[in-house]
């Protein structure tokens, strides 16, 4: 069994992001609340599109951040995050191979790693930018590397901020 391990400058990173959206969405609840039940003014409601919009940047941001383990034997990994606090399981058995990727960020240059479904779709990501044992993790998924041949600025795009994206083999 692999565990991921983090890299100990992102642990303050994640609590201070998981912090501000905690906040926001405080705010975004007092917001939505006075929107109902009082007499309100523009600056309210677009103070509220504020909270909603800093919230939404925040989960999209966080939801990249996993805890992951890897069973080998098994060949199921499982991963905890924001959006899955108990856990989501795959079996790599339902997947063709897994794409990497590099992206550009404030940090520098990463490497990512997209599983490839069998309808041949990026299905879930592993950002290296925040883990030490990124090669271990890769070595345990143990699926073949698939090229993209679907390249452009809009896919990128598209893989950045949704993660789904076809891929051409």
């Known amino acids: 069994m692999i565990y991921s391990k983090f890299k100990l400058q992102y642990i303050p990173w994640f ?21 109902f039940y009082e007499k309100t003014e523009i600056t309210t409601s677009l103070i509220s599109l504020f909270f909603l919009f800093m919230f939404i940047i925040i989960l999209g941001v966080l939801k990249d951040f996993k805890y992951i383990r890897i069973i080998t034997n098994s060949r199921k990994l499982i ?6 606090p108990l856990g989501k399981e795959i079996n790599l058995e339902n997947y063709r191979g ?7 960020s404030l940090s520098g240059e990463t490497t990512s790693l997209y599983l490839i479904d069998k309808k041949w779709t990026t299905a879930g990501k592993i950002n290296g930018q925040f883990y030490s044992n990124f090669d271990e993790l890769m ?16 896919n990128y795009l598209k893989l950045l901020f949704s993660g789904r994206v076809k891929i051409k083999p």
Do not use: P, R
């Not at 975004?28 to 929107?35: D, Q």
């Open 139 to 154: 070595a345990g998924i143990d699926l073949k590397e698939v090229k993209n041949k679907n390249h452009g600025f809009v």
């Open 79 to 84: 991963w905890f995050s924001i959006l899955a």
């Open 98 to 104: 897994v794409m990497k990727t590099t992206e550009y």
């Open 15 to 35: 609590l201070l992001m998981l912090g501000l959206l905690i906040l926001f969405y405080l705010g975004l609840a007092e917001m939505i609340y006075s929107l």
